[in-house]
Every structure is written in structure tokens, then in C-alpha cells.
């Protein structure tokens, strides 16, 4: 064996740079269309900047305008802001740093070379916390610039963000780290990403059940309070005083209020810096047990269910062919626990949203019957919101799931058409029938006229049926055929597309049926006749721009299947 001092050391750029060769590659590898891809994302992306930026520094001008009660206002406001954000980064660094740690390609070479372990440890750590932070950092960009500019922060404003936020992102970074470290120990690492998976859509849907509990709505209520000495205790209260989220809040308030103050500036850095240092003395304890363990396989068994046996029986009348590739999908989606662990997410969202519409308040005084009766139509621009992220989940990628296996299906006597068709109820039965019932329960809930009922259960119906074509159309025109995760697939450049033609499908049906609506409420309530020539007309032309945007995506995405050399 050399001795020590003729061992090679790399330092940590020097391990980095292969992630960074390879991320510059990508940017810099020449396809055709790049230039527009990129020119259409950074018009979106400042779009989206520009709305979070706008509606922020409006809100933060009438809090500053408002006497006494305005900094804890505000103050209250970042707080939230930023406890959402350090939940979003823990869970975001816990199932990271599996894949980071335990998972990647480059762990073979990187540990069994000379490769010192607390290199190896700020190696991964910093991908780890690059690759679950930048979205983040995005969002907070509009933010702080909005906070900087409502209150005069100054030229220096943008290095004390950077100062406070750094430390920020870095303390989840090693918690993350360290839990799934210790995860890793007690069980198997294939099997740690499926209860990693549960458990943080468990903890998600906790954090939203928490906020609900919460309500911070009532701190735009102050008449909900018994004294003004109890709003002004709560608005002072801190949010998590115990929190790095509660530390940068007081830096940047303190600078805004032109007193600094240096002590939370002292804390984050000294937190992150502590943190650091114990999950480096974890990673040294446990990393080369948890490695070792790492390699091994899960297990998985193929058992008949009665669930199976029943769906076969169900679906019998099908036929042999269109029933197994229904079992097909359905196999699949159950299978992919990050697939199916949506739902948990997706059950605690209605829960909320539920809950949300049965305390509106839309009964007393004041409340008419034309108020009563719009608010359900505006809903459905929600609901059509909700659907269309849904649908760029599980109906977006289902054929780029079939992956390097598409070539068996495409050498096989089976027809194109029922593929695709199978696809698409498999994916649009179960959206059909959320959507039918949160729009029924909301309906109920608000006591609507019938015909508000009745246009409600109508126009859902045929927007999920569309948005569910069109998300099959554009996954099969812009395929990731070579992804190896699920969730990437709906953020290409395929799936931006798709949202930009599902938000312009829900807007042309509710334009289209906003006047016949408009008209027919307007008559209830002045008591006049109805226009029954804007009804048909509206309603039809909505009926007929769904219809046309489920079946010419689907027939493109058959043209554009058939035409794959897999």
C-alpha cells in the first residue's frame, strides 16, 4: 500500500466536476429547437416571476400604509412564507438524498476510490441540496424582491437575502441527509424510496391539514377577536421561534426597518455550521453500513388478489385484448409508489378544499342570489386548474412510462387505437368521477339553483374528458422515453405546453358560457325573460370545443404512436 502522503486526495471541485461537465453539456448540446424551447420558458418563467412579484408588492403597499398594524402584518406574512418553504426542503432533502447518497451511479467509483469520506460528504450534500433547492430559490426570488421594493431596502438589500438565505436552505439539507441516513440503516435502500414516498406525502398532506387548522385567514379578520390587544399579541407572537424560518424573517424585517439586527444573521450561520458538523459525524458513523446495505435488492412476489379476479370478471365483456391492457395500466400505476401515493395528497386536497367552500361566507346579509349562484361558476375555473395538474400527472407520461418496452408492444398484432384508448379512461374514469363529485358536493354545500347545478355537472364533465385528450395528445407528441423518474416527465417541455393548452381550454369554455349564464341569472333576479338564443349558442359552441380538443389530440397522438421506431 502507498503511503499516505502519495495517495491521491481530490479536493471537492475536483469531485464535483464531473456533475458539472455533464449539466453544461446538456445546456450547451445542440438540437434542433433548443433556441425556441428556451426563449418560450423564459418568457413564461419571467411571466410567472413578474404575477408573483405584482400581487405580493400590492399586498405589501396596503400593509405598509396601514397604521401601527402594518410591519406585523407583513412580518406574519413572511413568516408563513418561509415555514412553507423550509417544510417544502425538508422533504424535498429526505427523498433526494437517497437517490444523492445511496442510489447514484457515480457511488460505486466515488467510494471504493481515495476519495476522502468528508469530501464525499460535502459532494453529495451539495447535490443533494442544489437538486431540492433551486425550486425554492425561484419562488423566493419575486418574493424578495417585492419585500425590498415595498419597503425601500436599498442596493445592500439583495446581499443580506443571500447572507440569511444560504444557511436557510443548507440546515434542511443535513437534516434530510442524516434522516434518510438513518432510514437506510434500519431498512433496505430499494425499499426506503417506497416508505420515503408515503411518508412524504403523508407529511405534506399533514402540513396542509395544519395549515387549515390554523387559519391564517383570520388575521385579515381582526373582528374575530375579542380585543384588539389579542389581534395585536397574535401578530406579535413569533411564527417558530425556534426555526431558522423565524431567524431570516427578523433579519430581513430588521433591515427593512432600518435597524439591523445582527443576532438571527449570528444563528443561522452558527445553526448551519452545527448541523453541518453533526451530519458529518453521522455520515462517518453510518454511511459505509448503510452503502453496504444500500446494495441490496427488493423483493417482489406476483400474487392472485381478489381484487384481480374481480377485475377480470368486470372488465370480461371488453375483451380479452382491451382487458389486459387495462390490467396493464392498472398494474403499473400500482406498482410506482410514487405514483400511487398521489392520492393520499390528492384525498387531503379535497378534504381542504371542501372544508374551504363549506365555510365560505355566502350566507347573511348582504348575500344575494346572483352572488350565491356565480361563485359556483367561478369555482369550476379552479376545479378545471386542479384537473389539468392532475391530468399532467398520471395521463401525461403514461406512454413515455412504457419506456424501452414500447418496441414489444408496437412488434405485436395489436392496434394502435386501443393502446391509446386504454390509456385514456384508465386515466380519465377516476378524474371523471372526482370531478363530478367535489363539483356535486361544493353545489350542495352552496345550495345552487338547478340549472347552476345542472351547467356545473355539464361543463366539468366534458373539460375533464378534454383535458384528459389533450394531455394524452401532447405526452405522446414530446415522449421521455428514457427518463428514469415519473415525476421529471411532467415538467419538460412537453408538459409546459400542455398546461398552456389546458389553462386556454378552461378559459374559451367559460368565456363561451359566461354571457348565456350571465344572461339567465340576470333574468332571475330582475325578472325578466330569458335570451334562449345566447344559451344555445354559448353552451354548443363550449359543448363543441371540448368534443374537438379530446378527439383531434387523441387521433394526433395515434399518427404520431404509429410512426415511433422503438
Not at 413578474?50 to 407583513?74: K, M, S
Not at 453521522?282 to 454511511?287: D, F, G, I, P, T
Not at 370545443?545 to 410512426?563: F, K, M, Q
Request: hydrophobic share 55%; glycine share 8%.
Amino acid at each position: 500500500m502507498p503511503d499516505a502522503e502519495s495517495r491521491p486526495d481530490p479536493s471537492l471541485g475536483f469531485v464535483l466536476l464531473p456533475k458539472w461537465l455533464t449539466a453544461r453539456a446538456r445546456t450547451l448540446a445542440g438540437q434542433r429547437g433548443r433556441g425556441a424551447r428556451f426563449t418560450i420558458l423564459g418568457i413564461i418563467g419571467f411571466g410567472f416571476w413578474a404575477f408573483i412579484y405584482a400581487v405580493l408588492y400590492r399586498l405589501l403597499v396596503y400593509f405598509r400604509n396601514v397604521p401601527d398594524l402594518g410591519p406585523f402584518l407583513a412580518g406574519k406574512l413572511l413568516g408563513v412564507i418561509l415555514i412553507g418553504f423550509f417544510s417544502i426542503l425538508l422533504l424535498s432533502n429526505i427523498i433526494t438524498a437517497l437517490s444523492s447518497f445511496f442510489l447514484a451511479r457515480d457511488l460505486d467509483l466515488l467510494v471504493a476510490g481515495p476519495v476522502d469520506w468528508l469530501t464525499l460528504y460535502a459532494a453529495k450534500l451539495l447535490e443533494t441540496a442544489v437538486a431540492s433547492s433551486w425550486m425554492v430559490v425561484l419562488m423566493s426570488v419575486p418574493m424578495f424582491a417585492a419585500f425590498g421594493v415595498a419597503y425601500h431596502g436599498g442596493f445592500a438589500f439583495p446581499v443580506l437575502v443571500a447572507t440569511v438565505f444560504l444557511p436557510f436552505l443548507l440546515v434542511p439539507a443535513v437534516i434530510g441527509s442524516a434522516i434518510t441516513l438513518i432510514l437506510v440503516n434500519v431498512f433496505p435502500a430499494r425499499r426506503t424510496r417506497d416508505i420515503l414516498s408515503v411518508i412524504a406525502v403523508l407529511a405534506a398532506g399533514g402540513i396542509v391539514l395544519l395549515f387549515r387548522v390554523v387559519r391564517p385567514e383570520r388575521l385579515a379578520r381582526p373582528e374575530g377577536f375579542r380585543s384588539l390587544v389579542d389581534f395585536v399579541t397574535v401578530l406579535r407572537t413569533p411564527t417558530s421561534p425556534f426555526m431558522p424560518s423565524e431567524w431570516v424573517q427578523r433579519a430581513v424585517l430588521g433591515w427593512l426597518d432600518n435597524r439591523p439586527d445582527y443576532l438571527p444573521i449570528y444563528l443561522l450561520w452558527s445553526t448551519a455550521a452545527a448541523a453541518f458538523v453533526l451530519g458529518a459525524l453521522v455520515h462517518r458513523a453510518l454511511y459505509l453500513d448503510g452503502f453496504s446495505k444500500a446494495q441490496e435488492s427488493a423483493q417482489r412476489w406476483a400474487r392472485s388478489s381478489r381484487m384481480g379476479r374481480a377485475a377480470y370478471r368486470l372488465l370480461a365483456p371488453l375483451g380479452v385484448l382491451r382487458r389486459e391492457l387495462i390490467l396493464k395500466e392498472l398494474r403499473l400505476f400500482f406498482r410506482d409508489t410514487t405514483q400511487w401515493s398521489q392520492l393520499i395528497l390528492l384525498a387531503v386536497l379535497v378534504i381542504v378544499y371542501v372544508f374551504n367552500i363549506k365555510y365560505l361566507p355566502l350566507r347573511g346579509e348582504g348575500v344575494t342570489f346572483f352572488l350565491r349562484n356565480t361563485v359556483p361558476f367561478a369555482n369550476m375555473l379552479l376545479a378545471g386548474f386542479v384537473l389539468a395538474s392532475i391530468a399532467a400527472r398520471f395521463v401525461f407520461p403514461s406512454v413515455s412510462l412504457e419506456g424501452r418496452t414500447l418496441w414489444l408492444l408496437k412488434s405485436s398484432p395489436m392496434p394502435v387505437p386501443d393502446l391509446l384508448w386504454a390509456k385514456y379512461w384508465v386515466g380519465t374514469l377516476p378524474l371523471l368521477i372526482l370531478a363530478l363529485g367535489i363539483i356535486g358536493v361544493t353545489n350542495v354545500l352552496l345550495q345552487v339553483s338547478d340549472f347552476m347545478f345542472a351547467v356545473s355537472i355539464m361543463t366539468i364533465a366534458l373539460m375533464t374528458l378534454a383535458l384528459c385528450g389533450l394531455a394524452l395528445g401532447f405526452g405522446t407528441l414530446f415522449p421521455q422515453f428514457e427518463t428514469e423518474n415519473a415525476a421529471q416527465i411532467p415538467t419538460s417541455f412537453g408538459g409546459l405546453l400542455y398546461m398552456i393548452a389546458a389553462i386556454s381550454l378552461i378559459a374559451g369554455v367559460l368565456i363561451l358560457e359566461a354571457r348565456p349564464v350571465y344572461g339567465y341569472l340576470s333574468a332571475q333576479f330582475y325578472g325578466t325573460a330569458t335570451d334562449m338564443t345566447d344559451m344555445v349558442v354559448g353552451f354548443s359552441l363550449a359543448a363543441l370545443l371540448c368534443i374537438v380538443t379530446t378527439v383531434i389530440p387523441i387521433s394526433i397522438a395515434r399518427r404520431r404512436l404509429e410512426e415511433v421506431e422503438r
